[in-house]
């Protein structure tokens, strides 16, 4: 059996992204995001039956299942002004914080973290100093000795059998790699205790939603979860209770582990508190909505411009008028016909291959433009957008870190170093902390709602004949997300999904302004071109939700290193 | 004690034969009925996230389409030996990268990763959007049942085949099938 197999089909990949980077003395001067990938895969909703649109979109991305799930229901409910029932949207709410938990556990620890922790240090650690270390940072138990000396010697035992595996493509004693071979161990010991916490995060969205990856209780106008708090086959008190001692958990971890180690690491890491900022334009939308027909969300909505935090503009509601009308979708520098930008109610998806031009088209992304300018979304826009309304939960959470980063590292950090590549892990644990303790605000919610003898869960649907429109919005874990839909006699005319990682990884617009990704890299300092850490630490701060390739150039335009970013 | 076995679909059912995995995981799962210590999951391209499917468990049985030499609709398998020799991509994993081995190796470190894998490879021939499965993806699909139902045979796993109407992909385009939710 000598045939050499790809488990990785190309097809699988939802997009690669592609970042071009161009160096001269050791710092980027110009970038490039672009999608390597066509899919238009909002093709295959046309003449479908709205009802059925969650469960295709779903299966928009393999991660981000219940995300796409979620902003399609809620686009159909925004079209037939369609009330949800307070047991829906708290089981809703439920299902989204349990996953964005598990997402920034696994985005940290798993996706972003090795590129500034070292594990080929890891063997000149010393336990017992790290252990003490850790327990003077934070209460959790599992930082003795043991635990860690256990964790080193899996690292040694990998190191010695001269296959490195998991870690054989890291940029181990790169430079700009500066923890001490104690903190190295603290943090890859809790790299393996993130795996059973984001297991956790998992179960709730396997309990409540029956199924994970996809989950099947969602239904336009409520959930399909039949409650009864003495069946077993239903909702019932016994499952709530499980579900309560998991949430438990997992904000136990998020509280004594992740956002104790964001911030150690980032105090250790100063500098890069002022490397990455780029757009300074932040979007994000309201969610986890309080009644029926959402006038009020616990988490708040609305837009910055420019790093203008006093002139912060709030979202009433999760589909607001001023954001229907504000966002645009560019195809300048995108491999599509057209010439202007256009509502994604009436976005068109005609493709224009011309292959990657610099200075013309160079991506299968569109830029989607709020009043014509480049938006940052993702955790910094919400935590940005909500400190700047003085929205209570955001504040002590952003600046009990804020503290925790400004006593270790000695400095005066102020809400203005978040506009940066560490900004953006900070602003995600922070954000962490927050739905950690709205989990339980939302299970008391919906526990309360059912003690009081409310059952119903759903409330049924109705099409008309004619034509309407509903924009259904989400503040998934990498930013806002919002599915477009057109009806036509209760079938599916038009469907567009304006995803968080095409604002952020959009190209050029008809400006000529970059996207997010493309703007937090310019002049990045790089070590070593070859090795080009810096250029990872900041697209992965972001979150990026596609495979990425990055190309490293330089001035004149000779490829120097080819590097993958994931 | 009784080994602990999920039988896994991976792939995207919105591209053509890429969805042949779920496809025959729907079958497994509609038309027979296992011991208890069986669970059947299409989990759709996981990336990393498939850590959490095979923490726990014993035995692996996962239906993939591949991409390889073979003519397409050929079913190839591969042991936990195969797929850990060609190690993780170029990088990091991605969050949409399949990520087979690198979830591999990461279950591997927390101890809790399966010993035995059997990845049922089919090789596919068109990955378009919302396509049909090509005929020989679909042939394909019936051999792949028949590995799945001879490893459990080997592993001493009962099932029993249920007599019910034969399952039928709820993705199909339109004029092929009208989608029911599940």
Not at chain 1, 115 to 143: C, F, M, Y
Not at chain 1, 160 to 184: C, D, K, T
Not at chain 1, 544 to 552: D, K, L, N, R, V
Not at chain 2, 160 to 176: C, D, G, H, M, V
Request: charged share 20%; aromatic share 8%.
């Amino acid at each position: 059996m000598s045939t050499r197999i790809t488990i990785d089909p190309i097809t699988r990949i939802e997009g690669h992204l592609r970042v071009d980077v161009e160096v001269e003395n050791n710092a980027v001067n110009n970038a490039w995001a672009s999608c390597t990938m066509w899919r238009g895969i909002e093709t295959i909703l046309r003449g479908r039956d709205p009802r059925d649109a969650w469960m295709f979109t779903q299966r928009f991305c393999g991660v981000c299942t219940t995300v796409h799930a979620m902003a399609s229901v809620r686009s159909v409910e925004d079209a037939l002004k369609l009330p949800v029932p307070p047991n829906a949207q708290y089981v809703r709410n439920l299902i989204l914080i349990a996953h964005a938990l598990h997402d920034h556990i696994v985005h940290f620890y798993q996706l972003s973290a090795l590129d500034w922790v070292d594990i080929l240090q890891i063997p000149k650690a010393d336990p017992a100093a790290a252990s003490r270390l850790g327990e003077s940072l934070s209460p959790w138990t599992h930082n003795s000795r043991n635990e860690l000396k256990a964790a080193q010697d899996k690292v040694k035992a990998v190191a010695a059998s001269g296959q490195l595996g998991i870690f054989q493509n890291g940029y181990w004693g790169h430079p700009a790699m500066r923890l001490s071979p104690e903190v190295n161990l603290l943090a890859f010991a809790h790299y393996i205790q993130a795996l059973e916490y984001q297991r956790k995060a998992l179960q709730v969205v396997a309990m409540l939603g029956s199924k994970t990856p996809h989950i099947q209780n969602l239904q336009v106008g409520g959930v399909s979860n039949a409650i009864d708090l003495n069946s077993q086959s239903a909702l019932s008190m016994d499952k709530l209770e499980q579900i309560r001692l998991l949430l438990s958990e997992v904000a136990q971890f998020i509280n004594q582990v992740y956002f104790v180690d964001v911030c150690a690491v980032a105090a250790m890491y100063p500098e890069w508190f002022k490397i990455g900022s780029g757009v300074t334009n932040y979007l994000a939308v309201p969610d986890l909505p309080l009644d029926s027909e959402a006038k009020a969300y616990d988490l708040p909505g609305g837009v910055i411009m420019q790093a203008n935090i006093a002139g912060v503009q709030p979202f009433k509601t999760a589909s607001d008028a001023v954001f229907r009308e504000s966002v645009t979708e560019d195809v300048t520098h995108s491999y599509y016909e057209g010439s202007k930008p256009l509502q994604p109610w009436a976005g068109e998806t005609e493709p224009q291959f011309t292959g990657w031009t610099a200075d013309k088209k160079y991506s299968w992304v569109k830029s989607p433009r709020y009043k014509g300018q480049p938006m940052q979304v993702g955790p910094l826009s919400q935590v940005l957008v909500g400190y700047a309304q003085g929205h209570p939960l955001t504040r002590k959470y952003a600046d009990q870190c804020l503290q925790q980063v400004s006593a270790i590292a000695k400095v005066n950090a102020t809400p203005a170093v978040l506009h940066s590549t560490l900004g953006r892990h900070a602003a995600r644990a922070i954000r962490a902390a927050m739905l950690a303790e709205l989990a339980d605000k939302h299970w008391n919610l919906l526990v309360t709602n059912i003690s009081k003898g409310d059952l119903t869960i759903c409330n049924p649907p109705e099409f008309g004949s004619g034509e309407t429109e509903g924009v259904g919005t989400h503040e998934a874990p990498r930013g806002t997300l919002s599915h477009w839909i057109v009806i036509k006699d209760g079938k599916i005319k038009n469907y567009q999904a304006v995803v968080p990682s095409t604002w952020n990884a959009s190209p050029r617009d008809e400006n000529g302004a970059h996207g997010p990704y493309e703007a937090s890299l310019l002049h990045t300092p790089l070590a070593r071109p070859q090795e080009p850490l810096e250029v990872i630490r900041t697209v992965h701060s972001f979150d990026p939700c596609m495979a990425c390739a990055c190309h490293t150039f330089d001035a004149s335009g000779k490829q120097i290193a080819s590097v993958k970013v994931l | 004690m009784k080994k602990k076995i999920t039988i896994g679909g991976i792939g995207s059912v919105l591209l053509g034969d890429d969805g042949i995995g779920p496809y025959v995981a729907g079958i497994l799962d509609s038309e027979y009925q296992f011991d208890e210590c069986v669970t059947v999951a299409d989990l759709g391209t996981p990336g990393l996230d498939l850590v959490a499917h095979l923490s726990g468990i014993d035995v692996a049985i996962l239906i993939d389409s591949v991409k390889n030499d073979a003519a397409p609709g050929a079913v190839t398998l591969y042991r936990k030996e195969d797929i850990l020799r060609y190690g993780p991509g170029p990088m990091r994993v991605s969050p949409h990268s399949p990520a087979l081995s690198e979830s591999l190796m990461v279950a591997d470190l927390t101890g809790e990763g399966p010993t035995e894998i059997l990845l049922i490879g089919i090789t596919g021939e068109q990955y378009e959007v919302g396509a049909e499965f090509s005929a020989a993806a679909k042939r394909a699909a019936i051999q792949a049942v028949e590995s799945v139902l001879s490893e459990l045979d080997r592993l001493g796993v009962s099932y029993t085949k249920l007599r019910t109407e034969p399952y039928s992909a709820w993705w199909n385009p339109i004029a092929e099938a009208h989608p029911t939710i599940a």
